[in-house]
Each structure stands twice: as structure tokens, then as C-alpha cells.
């Protein structure tokens, strides 16, 4: 966009004023601007105005003018974007504090000598952080830097001359950052280098210059408030010891970025964003010839970096990927995490583009930090030519165009959600006032009559005993309104989804006494309203959803995005999303424990929802869940044998078998992994090692955490049961198959399969697996036995009520994977199609069509598994153990069942 005719002569007063101040400089610029501006280069520029007399300060200025002439003109001309200028102002701010702090600590040491701990009786260095966009990356043209100065340890100096007088640490720091200060930003007949606030550090201005470690620790623990957490997302370390400053961002990350999904984010950037607004507007007002403010204003770069910036706090503590410095970078990650849709990231990073070069503009002016369009005509007009517009009312209608763009993204995040929904009150009945009433009970009652709730009077009663609950009573008072406030928000709700409005209530009421003391996830609920309402049609649908979500609440966040939310899986991304958190922490399990656990929860949010909306059938769900575990197991096995120490070699060659329900991929929500493991590795040390690997496998899937538990394991199918190895190699698994294992074993090889780890021992376990499956087998002996095993487990489940058990009872499920059992062992010696792991329906229709059993009975006990299945799940969604219906709702599907049975056993 630039215009030809907008030159730097006649565009910038300082650069025509610099230039014109000596005849050579305009050379040296035209010979700068060809180079790659670095810290090399900087030094070179450095050391040859020292060499010229310049004093250290004096040529660190001149060097400074020299840069951003240069920027002005390649900036002009068309030659650099907005990533070069502002990567070369923060390489150079970089520059110019490590120089400067270097040469006054090397001066202040040789009077005072070396700071040293008190403790560790180590050197001691002065850490210098970079504040806002000098930290970001992203430092402006004529921008002051905010600087905070730490260092690690107290103690004192260590004198190594006689003249030399020992200072404490605190007070040589003290000395060493004043002198820093005035070495950057006093002005002489060369200007200033930056100027430099320190207003950012701990207790601000009425604060110490510096800190230590341990006050910069004990500072934000106890005193530290939301609005700094904001300004430390941007903190960089600019000087330091590799090790202070490892230590430093321990101490800040827990500050800055929560372990947990942080909503209350929003509401505190809410205020302080109203606080920034109300200011400019106060200073728009006294100064209405120096408004649009294109920093702080409305659709300003400050809500550009407002709506990057509370992603990160918010999620920063969970995804490293959101704890980037830079605006331009954590904007591009929302897009890429589809936090934001593509299109409007793209929107903003033009408007940032937009407002940050006409912010350079209105600096290259006069090299002055402003932000607001200049009060005089003429000034406008040089600065609408600088944007490659050719007045000053085409820039406005340009400058309004991406602020309201801006201001739209803005206020769709921050709006206060709290508002925008009160027609949902009924202003007959506040909650907030009733509560505490003498005859709250009887009002709330006549209230939830009104709306229709069933059982209005147990539901009024546990509703009180949920507000003078001990642990709601002692929630600050924010959060009891709050609390308050989403339950008055929820009864409509109620009414509106369920019918059973009284369990519906309970049932949310359990969920919000377990959140209440997390105001994050209140705040969450209250900025969302639409997750309010899902969570309701949730818990409404399914106890066990509601049990789930009270549970895990940290789940609240994937009720937001309905694009998430309903989207089919994409099991290869969900594995390099896994694969990328876990190799986030290496060596931290318990860290990496919770990773899997989080994981697998989200995913699994995503699949009840969609099942609770009716998008899946009983197969499709049973597919998803059981990819998701192997690609749990496969994270969970590569992760624990990439932090053995010993391991002989990079991959292991060692596989998990999948049987039963994971392996017949007819996996549910709550169903335990039953799984095998075996190995193929020569060396002596394997067997030993591969032990280990499945015993911290086993732990990992099974140990309770913050985030639960994994899966439970069921190793009972392994070669000789309980008194066999954890482990077995392939080869001594195929001996144990084929010479000793019972029938029983050989039926539940016809629902196993290659789970996870080494391809090529899944490949050999399918080929074992196939040769067992069709074995020539005495048709008299396979009946008997397969009747005996099932009548030991039909006598172990007894029931004694009037209802049918879909599972153990004859003609129930059971009955249906014994026959597919047997109809595979005795056929697959003839038919090896029969060996096919497709899935109990599947195989009882392909029987039918090879002519073992009647086709049309075939189809009709593969629709009857589909319905005892479909029942099943439903059912243990109400959160019942046993899955028991009336007789007369399944007797066609019991029947048919009973048929084929005694087709085949009669």
C-alpha cells in the first residue's frame, strides 16, 4: 500500500533531521539497509563509533538512530514488512540491554566485587525480563521497553582487592539497574537509546528496583493480580545464567498459567479492558483533537492482543503451545487448534498488520510514542500518504473498517454474558432474595409448581440443603452469586428438556457442588450459557453423563465449540496431538498420566454427546471407543519405554492383544481393557524388561490421579491365567496355543486381536490366532464343552427377579457370542472367512450366507444382538449396573435366539 510519493524526506521530521545533520549519513543508511539487521551487525555499528571516541551510551544512540532511519526508509520504500521492523527494534532493545548491563556490571564489580549466594556461594547475575512487546517480539519503532530487573539468590559481594567495598546483593542489583536505566534512557545531544518503565515490576512504582527470586515467588503468591498475570504472559528473560533462569519460569509459570481451564479470565480482562477504555475516553474528552487512538481505542491493537492473550490464560497451563510471546504467533496457533475459525484469524492478523504499521507511521513522524492520529491537517494528510492513501478521509474509512472488525471479534468473546441473557428471570421468583428467607422453602416450592417440576416439594428441600451446605456457605460471596445466579438461570432450562425436572435438578445440583469451589468453571458457565444449557440437556439425558461430567468437570470446556463437538474423530490427529502433549513434560509421569487421562475424557465428551444426539448407532460408537483406546494404549506403551534408561533398543519389540470387548471392537464407555502381551526379542536382558514395560503399563492405565483413572486391565486371558507370565513371547504363545491351552482359550481367540506396539508380532499373532481358529475339531467334543462353559457362566449370574437379563440370561447375549463362538471353531477349518475379526453380527450373517445356519434366523439374531445391545447401552447410561428389561419388550428377540440355540445344540 505504500505511495512512491511518501518518501522519508518528506514524511519524517526526525529522519530529515538526522539526515540532514551530517552529509555522510545518508550513505551509511543506504549501506545498512542492504544488510540483515542482527546483533552481529549491531556490534559491528557499535565498535566502530567507539573506535571513532564515542563513549559506550553515546554511540549505543547513535547506532539507535542509524536503525531506525534505516527502518524508516526500507519501511517507506516498500522494502521491509511489519515482521522485519519490528523483529529488528526487539533484536536491537535485546542488544542494547545485554551490552549496556554487561559493561555496568563489569564497572561496578571492580569497585564492589563479585555478588555471590548466600547459599549455593555462586557468582550471582542480574536477570533482565522483557515486558510487553519487547518480550512479545514485537517492540514498536519508537517504543519506550518495560523492563523488570531479579536476580537469583541474596548474599553479598566478594572483595578481591583491599580498595573494594562489599555491598549486599540487593543494593549492588539496585546500583547495577539505575545505571543500566541511565545508560539506556538518559537524554543527551544524541538522544536516548529507549526510553524504559519499570512500572511493571513487583509493588510498581512504591516497589524495590529489583528483586529476588524468593520476593519475586512470595510477590505473586500472595499479592499478585489478575491484570499482571496478563502483562507476565509477555516476560522474557533478555540476560542471565541458563540454570537462574530455568528456575525463574518455574516460579512464574504457575502464576501466569493455571493447571486448569481458566474462565475467570475473561471477567478480570473484562474490567481491566473497561478500566483502559474509561481512560481514553476521559482523555479523548479533554482532547477531542487527538482521538482515534489506534492502540487503546475501540477495535484497537490492545483488543487485537485482549483476544490472543485470554486463550493463553485460560489454556496456557494445559497447552505449551499457547504459552507463545508473540500476538502475530498465538493468533495463527488459535487457528491452527481451531480455537478461532481460520478466516477470522486471517481478518485480524491483516488488522493487526493494519494498526501496527500506521502506528509506525505516527512515530516516524517526529520519533515520538504516540498512538493517536496527529491534531493538525497537515500532519494527517503525510500520515494517509504513508498508509498509500490519498487523503485523510480514505484512511479513516480504512482505519474504521478494521477497528470495527476488530471491535466485532472483541466484544463477541468479552461481552458480559451475564447481561445479555436477564429476560431468562422470572421476576417473581429471585432465588437471591427467597434463599434466605424464613419461608424459603414454601416459596421456592410454589415456584418450581409453577414451572411444572414433579416432586416440586423434594426438589425444594434439596435445593435448600444444597444452599446451607457447609461448602457452599464458606464460597466467597462473588461465588455464591454466581452460584446463584446459574441455578436461576437453569430452571427454565430444566423445563424446557426434561421431563423428569426433579432428578434433572438433582442431578445438576450434584454437579455444581462439586464445581463450586473452582470459580473458574462458574465463570466459564456464566460466560457461556449455551454450555449451561448443553450440561442440562446432558445430565437430563443420561445419569451416567451426569456422574461423568461431575466427575471430570474439566470437560466443561468441550461443551463450547460445536464444531469440536460434533465432528467425527480424526484418530491420526488425535494421535500426533497425544504423541506432542506427552513429549511436552518427558520424565514428568504423573504429568503425563493426566495427559492420557485428559485425552481420553475430551474425546470421550465428544463421542456422548454426539451419541446422546443420536448421531452414532450402538456399532459406530463401539468403533470410535475402542480406536480411541488402542491409540491410548499406543501412546501410553511408546511414552513408558522411551523413559527407560536401559532400553537396548529405540523401539520396543513388544505388542499388546486386544480380547473381549475391545478386541471384538464392541468397546463401552465404562468397559475394562482385557489384553495380552508379548514380545520377540533375542536379548537376554528382554524378558525382564518387558516385564517391567507391562507392569508400569498396567499402573499407568489403572492409577487413580487428579484426572481418574485410564482403563481397568483384565489380564486373565493371558497363557495359563493367574499363575502364568505377564509376558510371553510370541513363539512360547503359539507352543502354549496349539499344545495346552482349553477351549475356552480358543473361543476367546475368535474376539482378539493386534492392539498396539510391534506390527510385525501383530502380524505373527493374526497368523497363530488363524491356524488355531481352523483347527480340525471333534464336533461332539467342541458342543459339549461349549455347553458346559456356558452353563458355568450361566450359574454363576443368577436372577432372580421377573425381569430379563440382556446379557447372562438364555436367549440373551451371551447365548449369541457362545454360538458365533462355536459356529467359527467348528466351520473355519472349512470356511476361513469364519477367522475374519468383523464382529459378532457380521459373522452371524456370514454364516447364513455359507449355509450353516438358516439365513433368514441368522438376520433375525443379528438384529436382536443389535437391540440387546442398543438396550444395553441405554440403559447403562441411566447409570444402572445390570442390564434387566421386561420379559415382553425383547420375547420375539428371545425367541429367536432360543431357536437357533437348539438348531444348534438340540
Same mark, same amino acid.
Given at each position: 500500500?505504500?505511495?512512491?510519493?511518501?518518501?522519508?524526506?518528506t514524511?519524517?521530521?526526525?529522519?530529515?533531521?538526522?539526515?540532514?545533520a551530517?552529509?555522510?549519513?545518508?550513505?551509511r543508511?543506504?549501506?545498512?539497509?542492504?544488510?540483515?539487521?542482527?546483533?552481529?551487525?549491531?556490534?559491528?555499528?557499535?565498535?566502530?563509533?567507539?573506535?571513532?571516541?564515542? +563513549?559506550?551510551?553515546?554511540?549505543?544512540? !547513535? /547506532?539507535?538512530?542509524?536503525? &531506525? $532511519?534505516? *527502518?524508516?526508509q526500507?519501511?517507506?520504500? =516498500?522494502?521491509?514488512?511489519?515482521?522485519?521492523?519490528?523483529?529488528?527494534?526487539?533484536t536491537?532493545?535485546?542488544?542494547?540491554?545485554?551490552?549496556?548491563?554487561?559493561?555496568?556490571?563489569?564497572?561496578?564489580?571492580?569497585?564492589?566485587?563479585?555478588?555471590?549466594?548466600?547459599e549455593s556461594?555462586?557468582s550471582?547475575?542480574?536477570?533482565?525480563?522483557?515486558?510487553?512487546?519487547?518480550?512479545g517480539?514485537?517492540?514498536?519503532?519508537?517504543?519506550?521497553?518495560?523492563?523488570?530487573f531479579?536476580y537469583?539468590?541474596?548474599?553479598?559481594?566478594?572483595?578481591?582487592?583491599?580498595?573494594?567495598?562489599?555491598? +549486599?546483593?540487593?543494593?549492588?542489583?539496585? !546500583? /547495577?539497574?539505575?545505571?543500566? &536505566? $541511565?545508560? *539506556?534512557?538518559?537524554?543527551?545531544?544524541? =538522544?536516548?537509546?529507549?526510553?524504559?518503565?519499570?512500572?511493571?515490576?513487583?509493588?510498581?512504582?512504591?516497589?524495590?528496583?529489583?528483586?529476588?527470586?524468593?520476593?519475586v515467588?512470595?510477590?505473586?503468591i500472595?499479592?499478585?493480580?489478575?491484570?499482571?498475570r496478563?502483562?507476565?504472559?509477555?516476560?522474557?528473560?533478555?540476560?542471565?545464567?541458563?540454570?537462574?533462569?530455568?528456575?525463574?519460569?518455574?516460579?512464574?509459570?504457575?502464576?501466569?498459567?493455571?493447571?486448569?481451564?481458566?474462565?475467570?479470565?475473561?471477567?478480570?480482562?473484562?474490567?481491566?479492558?473497561?478500566?483502559?477504555?474509561?481512560?481514553?475516553?476521559?482523555?479523548?474528552?479533554?482532547?477531542?483533537d487527538?482521538?482515534?487512538?489506534?492502540?487503546?481505542?475501540?477495535?484497537?491493537?490492545r483488543?487485537?492482543?485482549?483476544?490472543?492473550?485470554?486463550?493463553?490464560?485460560?489454556?496456557?497451563?494445559?497447552?505449551?503451545?499457547?504459552r507463545?510471546?508473540?500476538?502475530?504467533?498465538?493468533?495463527?496457533?488459535l487457528?491452527?487448534?481451531?480455537?478461532?475459525?481460520?478466516?477470522?484469524?486471517?481478518?485480524?492478523?491483516?488488522?493487526?498488520?493494519?494498526?501496527?504499521?500506521?502506528?509506525?507511521?505516527?512515530?516516524?513522524?517526529?520519533?515520538?510514542?504516540?498512538?493517536?492520529?496527529?491534531?493538525?491537517?497537515?500532519?494527517?494528510l503525510?500520515v494517509?500518504q504513508?498508509?498509500?492513501?490519498?487523503?485523510?478521509?480514505?484512511?479513516?474509512?480504512?482505519?474504521?473498517?478494521?477497528?470495527?472488525?476488530?471491535?466485532?471479534?472483541?466484544?463477541?468473546?468479552?461481552?458480559?454474558?451475564?447481561?445479555?441473557?436477564?429476560?431468562?428471570?422470572?421476576?417473581?421468583a429471585?432465588?437471591?432474595?427467597?434463599?434466605?428467607?424464613?419461608?424459603?422453602?414454601r416459596?421456592?416450592?410454589a415456584y418450581?409448581?409453577d414451572?411444572?417440576?414433579d416432586?416440586?416439594?423434594?426438589?425444594?428441600?434439596?435445593?435448600?440443603?444444597?444452599?446451607?451446605?457447609?461448602?457452599?456457605?464458606?464460597?466467597?460471596?462473588a461465588?455464591r452469586?454466581?452460584?446463584?445466579?446459574?441455578?436461576?438461570?437453569?430452571?427454565?432450562?430444566?423445563?424446557?428438556?426434561?421431563?423428569?425436572?426433579?432428578?434433572?435438578?438433582?442431578?445438576?445440583?450434584?454437579?455444581?457442588?462439586?464445581?463450586?469451589?473452582?470459580?473458574?468453571?462458574?465463570?466459564?458457565?456464566?460466560?457461556?450459557?449455551?454450555?449451561?444449557?448443553?450440561?442440562?440437556?446432558?445430565?437430563?439425558?443420561?445419569?451416567?453423563a451426569?456422574?461423568?461430567?461431575?466427575?471430570?468437570?474439566?470437560?466443561?470446556?468441550?461443551?463450547?465449540?460445536d464444531?469440536?463437538?460434533?465432528?467425527?474423530?480424526?484418530?491420526?490427529?488425535?494421535a500426533?496431538d497425544?504423541?506432542?502433549?506427552?513429549?511436552?513434560t518427558?520424565?514428568?509421569?504423573?504429568?503425563?498420566?493426566?495427559v492420557?487421562r485428559?485425552?481420553?475424557?475430551a474425546?470421550?465428551?465428544?463421542?456422548?454427546?454426539?451419541?446422546?444426539?443420536?448421531?452414532?448407532s450402538?456399532?459406530?460408537?463401539?468403533?470410535?471407543l475402542?480406536?480411541?483406546?488402542?491409540?491410548?494404549v499406543?501412546?501410553?506403551?511408546?511414552?513408558?519405554?522411551?523413559?527407560?534408561?536401559?532400553?537396548?533398543?529405540?523401539?520396543?519389540?513388544?505388542?499388546?492383544?486386544?480380547?473381549?470387548?475391545?478386541g471384538?471392537?464392541?468397546l463401552?464407555?465404562?468397559?475394562?481393557?482385557?489384553?495380552?502381551?508379548?514380545?520377540?526379542?533375542?536379548?537376554?536382558?528382554?524378558?525382564?524388561?518387558?516385564?517391567?514395560?507391562?507392569?508400569?503399563?498396567?499402573t499407568?492405565?489403572?492409577?487413580h490421579?487428579?484426572?481418574?483413572?485410564?482403563?481397568?486391565?483384565?489380564?486373565?486371558?493371558?497363557?495359563?491365567?493367574?499363575?502364568?507370565?505377564?509376558?510371553?513371547?510370541?513363539?512360547?504363545?503359539?507352543?502354549?496355543?496349539?499344545?495346552?491351552a482349553?477351549?475356552?482359550?480358543?473361543?476367546?481367540?475368535?474376539?482378539a486381536?493386534?492392539c498396539?506396539?510391534?506390527?510385525?508380532?501383530?502380524?505373527?499373532?493374526?497368523?497363530i490366532?488363524?491356524?488355531?481358529?481352523?483347527?480340525t475339531?471333534?464336533?461332539?467334543?467342541?458342543?459339549?464343552?461349549?455347553?458346559?462353559?456356558?452353563?458355568?457362566?450361566?450359574?454363576a449370574?443368577?436372577?432372580?427377579?421377573?425381569?430379563?437379563?440382556?446379557?447372562?440370561?438364555?436367549?440373551?447375549?451371551?447365548?449369541?457370542?457362545?454360538?458365533?463362538?462355536?459356529?467359527?471353531?467348528?466351520?473355519?477349518?472349512?470356511?476361513?472367512?469364519?477367522?475374519?475379526?468383523?464382529?459378532?453380527?457380521?459373522?452371524?450373517?456370514?454364516?447364513?450366507?455359507?449355509?450353516?445356519?438358516?439365513?433368514?434366523?441368522?438376520?433375525?439374531?443379528?438384529?436382536?444382538?443389535?437391540?440387546f445391545?442398543?438396550?444395553q447401552?441405554?440403559?447403562?447410561?441411566?447409570?444402572?449396573?445390570?442390564a434387566?428389561?421386561?420379559?415382553?419388550?425383547v420375547?420375539?428377540?428371545?425367541?429367536?435366539?432360543?431357536?437357533?440355540?437348539?438348531?444348534?445344540?438340540?
Amino acid at each position: 500500500m505504500t505511495n512512491l510519493s511518501s518518501t522519508p524526506i518528506t514524511a519524517s521530521r526526525f529522519y530529515t533531521r538526522w539526515l540532514n545533520a551530517d552529509a555522510s549519513r545518508a550513505q551509511r543508511v543506504a549501506e545498512v539497509g542492504k544488510l540483515s539487521l542482527n546483533s552481529v551487525i549491531f556490534g559491528e555499528l557499535l565498535q566502530n563509533e567507539t573506535d571513532a571516541g564515542a +563513549s559506550l551510551p553515546a554511540a549505543m544512540r !547513535r /547506532v539507535r538512530n542509524l536503525v &531506525i $532511519a534505516t *527502518l524508516i526508509q526500507r519501511d517507506l520504500g =516498500g522494502l521491509a514488512d511489519l515482521a522485519e521492523v519490528v523483529d529488528t527494534m526487539t533484536t536491537f532493545g535485546d542488544f542494547a540491554v545485554q551490552t549496556h548491563l554487561a559493561a555496568v556490571s563489569t564497572e561496578l564489580m571492580a569497585i564492589h566485587g563479585t555478588p555471590t549466594g548466600h547459599e549455593s556461594g555462586e557468582s550471582q547475575e542480574m536477570i533482565v525480563l522483557g515486558m510487553g512487546k519487547l518480550g512479545g517480539g514485537e517492540l514498536n519503532v519508537s517504543s519506550d521497553i518495560d523492563l523488570i530487573f531479579v536476580y537469583a539468590e541474596d548474599g553479598e559481594t566478594v572483595a578481591t582487592a583491599p580498595e573494594q567495598r562489599t555491598l +549486599s546483593n540487593h543494593e549492588f542489583f539496585t !546500583r /547495577v539497574g539505575k545505571k543500566l &536505566i $541511565a545508560a *539506556l534512557s538518559e537524554i543527551t545531544e544524541d =538522544g536516548f537509546t529507549f526510553r524504559v518503565d519499570m512500572a511493571l515490576r513487583p509493588n510498581g512504582a512504591s516497589g524495590p528496583l529489583v528483586a529476588s527470586f524468593n520476593m519475586v515467588e512470595e510477590y505473586l503468591i500472595v499479592q499478585g493480580r489478575e491484570w499482571e498475570r496478563y502483562a507476565w504472559v509477555k516476560a522474557r528473560a533478555l540476560t542471565g545464567k541458563p540454570s537462574d533462569i530455568d528456575a525463574l519460569e518455574k516460579i512464574i509459570r504457575p502464576f501466569v498459567y493455571r493447571r486448569y481451564l481458566d474462565y475467570g479470565s475473561i471477567d478480570a480482562i473484562r474490567n481491566m479492558h473497561a478500566q483502559i477504555r474509561a481512560e481514553v475516553t476521559r482523555q479523548e474528552a479533554r482532547h477531542p483533537d487527538r482521538s482515534n487512538n489506534v492502540k487503546l481505542g475501540r477495535g484497537g491493537i490492545r483488543e487485537i492482543e485482549f483476544l490472543a492473550q485470554v486463550f493463553q490464560l485460560i489454556r496456557g497451563g494445559r497447552d505449551a503451545a499457547l504459552r507463545d510471546r508473540s500476538t502475530r504467533n498465538i493468533l495463527r496457533t488459535l487457528a491452527e487448534k481451531e480455537l478461532f475459525k481460520p478466516e477470522v484469524v486471517e481478518q485480524l492478523l491483516h488488522a493487526y498488520t493494519f494498526l501496527r504499521n500506521l502506528e509506525h507511521r505516527l512515530q516516524y513522524l517526529d520519533d515520538a510514542q504516540t498512538h493517536t492520529l496527529p491534531p493538525n491537517a497537515a500532519d494527517q494528510l503525510i500520515v494517509a500518504q504513508m498508509m498509500g492513501y490519498h487523503d485523510v478521509p480514505a484512511l479513516l474509512a480504512a482505519l474504521e473498517e478494521q477497528r470495527t472488525l476488530v471491535a466485532t471479534q472483541f466484544d463477541e468473546i468479552f461481552s458480559d454474558k451475564k447481561n445479555d441473557h436477564a429476560a431468562d428471570d422470572r421476576a417473581h421468583a429471585e432465588l437471591s432474595a427467597v434463599l434466605t428467607d424464613s419461608d424459603s422453602e414454601r416459596v421456592i416450592e410454589a415456584y418450581l409448581l409453577d414451572l411444572s417440576f414433579d416432586h416440586a416439594a423434594d426438589a425444594a428441600k434439596r435445593l435448600l440443603a444444597t444452599w446451607h451446605s457447609p461448602r457452599l456457605q464458606s464460597l466467597p460471596e462473588a461465588s455464591r452469586n454466581k452460584l446463584v445466579a446459574l441455578v436461576n438461570a437453569s430452571l427454565p432450562l430444566i423445563v424446557k428438556v426434561s421431563e423428569a425436572r426433579s432428578t434433572t435438578l438433582g442431578r445438576l445440583l450434584d454437579f455444581l457442588e462439586t464445581i463450586a469451589r473452582r470459580a473458574a468453571y462458574l465463570a466459564l458457565l456464566t460466560e457461556y450459557p449455551h454450555a449451561l444449557e448443553r450440561v442440562i440437556r446432558m445430565i437430563a439425558a443420561s445419569d451416567w453423563a451426569a456422574k461423568y461430567l461431575t466427575r471430570h468437570p474439566l470437560l466443561l470446556d468441550e461443551l463450547l465449540d460445536d464444531r469440536t463437538l460434533k465432528a467425527a474423530p480424526d484418530w491420526n490427529a488425535f494421535a500426533r496431538d497425544c504423541r506432542q502433549r506427552l513429549d511436552e513434560t518427558p520424565g514428568d509421569t504423573e504429568r503425563q498420566m493426566d495427559v492420557l487421562r485428559e485425552m481420553h475424557h475430551a474425546q470421550l465428551i465428544r463421542l456422548l454427546a454426539q451419541d446422546l444426539l443420536g448421531d452414532l448407532s450402538v456399532e459406530r460408537l463401539a468403533d470410535h471407543l475402542s480406536e480411541l483406546a488402542d491409540r491410548l494404549v499406543a501412546a501410553t506403551i511408546q511414552t513408558i519405554w522411551k523413559g527407560f534408561p536401559n532400553r537396548h533398543r529405540e523401539e520396543p519389540k513388544f505388542s499388546v492383544i486386544a480380547y473381549g470387548k475391545l478386541g471384538g471392537k464392541e468397546l463401552g464407555y465404562a468397559s475394562d481393557l482385557d489384553v495380552i502381551f508379548l514380545y520377540d526379542d533375542d536379548d537376554q536382558e528382554a524378558p525382564a524388561l518387558y516385564a517391567k514395560l507391562a507392569q508400569r503399563f498396567i499402573t499407568w492405565m489403572t492409577a487413580h490421579t487428579p484426572a481418574g483413572i485410564l482403563f481397568d486391565i483384565d489380564i486373565a486371558l493371558r497363557p495359563d491365567g493367574a499363575s502364568g507370565l505377564l509376558v510371553s513371547s510370541i513363539s512360547s504363545f503359539e507352543k502354549y496355543q496349539t499344545t495346552s491351552a482349553w477351549l475356552w482359550e480358543h473361543q476367546a481367540l475368535t474376539r482378539a486381536r493386534f492392539c498396539a506396539g510391534d506390527a510385525e508380532i501383530g502380524a505373527r499373532f493374526e497368523a497363530i490366532r488363524e491356524k488355531v481358529l481352523r483347527q480340525t475339531r471333534d464336533p461332539v467334543e467342541l458342543k459339549k464343552e461349549v455347553l458346559e462353559m456356558r452353563k458355568k457362566l450361566h450359574d454363576a449370574h443368577p436372577n432372580r427377579t421377573e425381569l430379563f437379563d440382556l446379557k447372562h440370561d438364555t436367549g440373551g447375549m451371551i447365548d449369541i457370542e457362545f454360538m458365533v463362538q462355536f459356529l467359527v471353531l467348528r466351520n473355519a477349518v472349512h470356511h476361513p472367512r469364519l477367522t475374519g475379526d468383523i464382529g459378532n453380527i457380521a459373522l452371524l450373517k456370514l454364516c447364513g450366507e455359507l449355509g450353516l445356519i438358516d439365513t433368514a434366523l441368522s438376520v433375525t439374531v443379528a438384529d436382536a444382538y443389535r437391540t440387546f445391545r442398543k438396550l444395553q447401552h441405554n440403559i447403562r447410561l441411566q447409570g444402572a449396573e445390570r442390564a434387566r428389561v421386561e420379559q415382553e419388550r425383547v420375547a420375539t428377540e428371545v425367541a429367536a435366539v432360543v431357536a437357533l440355540w437348539a438348531t444348534l445344540f438340540s
